[in-house]
């Protein structure tokens, strides 16, 4: 630990790296057509995607969704950890490891909402619609959050001082403190994530995401869809429905 701990600092912006992959259109070609060919599906590895987007479509119409899952991506996000929390409850098709605070001193790095984040909420659960705050609410958002966490941090720091071991210090830390993890996923465990973590004019089925989750959310597509094409035109096509 350092004898001058870092002063607190605040970020709206979430971030998304795609650190390895093994994701093509080819992977969902050739897995698909080893049903009616065998092994010589194996010639669809050498083949254009582009000639079998047909087959790509209908698989995704169809919801033959198993040729979708012979691919990997890994992705490493920064967020608060509240997201992670939501995140987290995504388990079939992914893979998790995230930063620890048993094992190291956790950086004060805190998220606030950024101007255009909306602060209103109004509705009952399922018609919830948000609304922009005014900047009066926001001042009060921003300054209440920024001296919550320079308190919980400053107590976080007395403790490690006094010797006390950090896996029990974090507890006075909040859930917008930002973590960092690793997440491996394959294309449709990604879709199914995405089907319920954005919220698209174009989607067949409603969904109504908290909108820090959303903002991870949109990048992994991004990042995805260049790997991808095909397949996440087959995506948007077909209602952004998870085969």
Known sequence: ??????????????????????????????????????????????????KSKGLINFLMRDRHGTPFEHNSMTFFISAPIFVFREFHRHRS???????????????????VPGEDRKLVQQGRPGKYEFHQGTPEQHSTTTGAMEAAYRESYAR??????????????????PVGLFSSMYATCNARSLMHFL???????????????????????????????????????????HGRVAP
């Open 93 to 111: 098709g992914w893979s998790y490891n995230e930063e620890s605070g048993r094992y190291r001193e956790l950086e004060p790095v805190f998220y």
């Open 1 to 50: 630990m350092s004898d001058e701990p870092t002063a607190p600092s605040f970020r709206s912006e979430v971030t998304v790296e795609l650190v390895r992959s093994a994701a093509a259109d080819s992977d969902v070609i050739w897995s698909a057509r080893v049903s009616t060919a065998g092994e010589q599906s194996l010639e669809a590895l050498q083949q254009d995607p582009e």
């Open 156 to 173: 976080y720091q007395e403790m490690l001082a006094a010797g006390v071991a950090r896996e029990v210090a974090r507890a006075v830390l």
């Open 195 to 237: 089907s319920l973590r954005t919220r698209r004019e174009n989607s067949a089925v409603p969904s109504f995401p908290q909108r820090e989750i959303e903002m991870v959310a949109e990048q992994m597509e991004e990042q995805w869809a260049q790997l991808m094409p095909l397949t996440h035109a087959a995506f948007e096509k």
